[in-house]
């Protein structure tokens, strides 16, 4: 656990000090859970975005952009349910005066249980080699049993008492656990209350005639009001998918994971439009093609997880979560909801005006219903920074710290390093830089030794350093350094382009979904 910690804290502390993320107004002292993307921390968010937009939105015939604004009309929210259900279960704990989310330390606490069981299974695994039966051990072995049966029970209760509102049921269940305040050991808990998440401003000037409104806790419904106008403007068919990067807000009650949980964070979501009944067929291809999207980037099959929901949100007949191995752990990155027609519905019987769709082929009106993927950036952001901070040993003994982004989303992708501040090395430097600033985000580094500046690049996840040498003035060749194996190859001036292009497309990394 110790070392998760120190991991955790080495991905802070490396996103500060290479530019990648501050926390907000630090000169005021930062503002909790809320921060900024520095010029690299930028630059690799945006290459995430675009990730995602080209395979969701382009690569699709039938899936169409959206930017819609973050002030909505405030009816938009008593439709959407957000008014009246979007709150969570919080707890203080008397002693450390520490704020809980209520469902978040029973669900860990189940998580712990789980951990047991897989550990027994791990355990038993080694031990009888290929004569293992998984399944059979799971059902059959007490252990197990008992650890897993715990956990079921546990969150099948919440999961009831929440639907019913029943906060009392919930705080019975923390004391009969005996849940401790994770900082102090305290079990001094308050009564449970329902915490409304969103945040609240004013349209106009004047105090009498302001509206209140909400900053949108969510970019969906921004679709939803949307969806028929896209739907006759872009003559689209059903299936069809409506997609839309942006920011939302929420007032967070724990808020102290960095990144992960952000009180101004960006979405990136899509609301696809299906025929009624064919809604699980869809759901299904979605996660599944989501998970491919992830596995893409190359960070490791092993590090993703489904997580099926138990407890469905008030619009959903079935939800699941793709969680991240993060460095405190598997949390989820994406959610993929099977939505029925509740939001279209909803804002059908609020606003009073008609919503559906004329399908040709049945010869009838519906209201269709709707499957969502809606993934966080700065959770894709976390996820991928996080796993691919390294620290190496090398041959020689020395260590380097490389950040091994996947080539296609690293923030720059080539500096071009004069070996010398002389004999007309950084003029041929210079040159190169100017014609592939062209295709690709490059920097010219020309200040310390050419070793210290790999090792600058490694840490910011640059995957190729170009080396002017005295060579280069004689025959126009460079030697051109990969970041992950450190490998230098002596190519052509002319032949750069190629080699960056074939490493770092966005072609050639989508066509490994
Ligand atoms: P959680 O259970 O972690 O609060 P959620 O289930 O409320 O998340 P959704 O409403 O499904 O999240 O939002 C979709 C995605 O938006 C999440 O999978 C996550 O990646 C991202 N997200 C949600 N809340 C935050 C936040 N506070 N900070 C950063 N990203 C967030």
């Known amino acids: 656990m110790a070392k998760q910690e120190d991991l955790f804290k080495n991905v802070v502390s490396h996103a500060k000090e290479y530019g990648f993320i501050f926390p907000s107004s630090e000169i005021y002292d930062g503002l909790s859970a809320v921060y900024d993307y520095a010029q690299n921390g930028v630059e690799l968010k945006k290459n995430i975005r675009e990730y995602w937009w080209k395979s969701m939105v382009q690569m699709h015939e039938n899936i169409v952009g959206l930017d819609a604004a973050i002030l909505m009309h405030p009816t938009t929210w008593k439709a959407s349910g957000h008014v009246d259900a979007f709150n969570d279960p919080l707890i203080d704990n008397k002693d450390s005066k520490k704020r809980y989310r209520a469902d978040v330390l029973i669900e860990d606490y189940a998580e712990k249980l789980n951990i047991k069981a897989q550990k027994e299974i791990e355990k038993a695994k080694s031990r009888f080699g290929d004569a293992f039966n998984e399944q059979e051990f799971i059902t059959t072995n007490p252990r197990v049993v008992e650890y897993l049966s715990k956990k079921n029970e546990i969150l099948a209760r919440m999961a009831k008492s929440l639907d019913a509102g029943d906060l009392d049921d919930v705080k019975l269940l923390i004391e009969e656990l005996e849940l401790a305040c994770p900082d102090s050991g305290s079990r001094n808990w308050t009564e449970v209350r329902q915490f409304n998440l969103m945040f609240g401003t004013k349209l106009g000037a004047s105090a009498d005639t302001a509206m209140d409104l909400y900053l949108r806790p969510e970019t969906a419904q921004g679709i939803f009001v949307n969806f028929l106008n896209v739907q006759k403007t872009g003559r689209m068919k059903i299936p069809f998918g409506i997609a839309q990067t942006g920011k939302a807000f929420r007032n967070e009650i724990v808020a102290r994971q960095f990144i992960f949980r952000m009180r101004e964070f960006e979405q990136m979501e899509m609301q696809f439009f299906v025929k009624p009944g064919e809604e ?157 600033k062209w295709d690709f985000n490059v920097a010219y580094d020309e200040k310390d030794a050419v070793g210290r500046r790999y090792r600058r690049q490694d840490a910011l996840g640059t995957p190729f350093c170009i080396t002017v040498d005295h060579q280069t003035v004689e025959d126009k060749t460079v030697t051109i350094r990969h970041r992950d194996t450190m490998l230098q190859e002596r190519v052509a001036i002319t032949d750069l382009k190629n080699i960056i292009e074939k490493e770092v497309s966005v072609r050639n990394w989508l066509m490994k979904m």
């Open 280 to 436: 699980m067929k869809w759901y299904h291809y979605w996660k599944e093609t989501r998970l491919k999207w992830h596995n893409s980037l190359g960070l490791g099959a092993e590090n993703y997880r489904f997580h099926d929901h138990e407890k469905l949100a008030h619009y959903a007949n079935a939800a699941a979560d793709i969680e991240f191995n993060f460095p405190f752990g598997f949390k989820e990155l994406e959610g993929i909801h099977s939505r029925t027609d509740f939001d279209l519905k909803a804002h059908e019987q609020f606003s009073g005006k008609k919503l559906q769709y004329f399908d040709t082929e049945e010869n009838k009106n519906y209201v269709p219903y709707v499957v969502e993927t809606s993934v966080g950036l700065d959770r894709m952001f976390l996820a991928v920074f996080s796993k691919s901070l390294q620290e190496e040993t090398l041959e020689d003994g020395s260590t380097r710290t490389v950040l091994r982004l996947p080539s296609v989303l690293a923030p720059t992708k080539a500096a071009v390093l004069p070996l010398v501040k002389k004999d007309g090395l950084p003029e041929i430097a210079k040159e190169i830089m100017e014609e592939l």
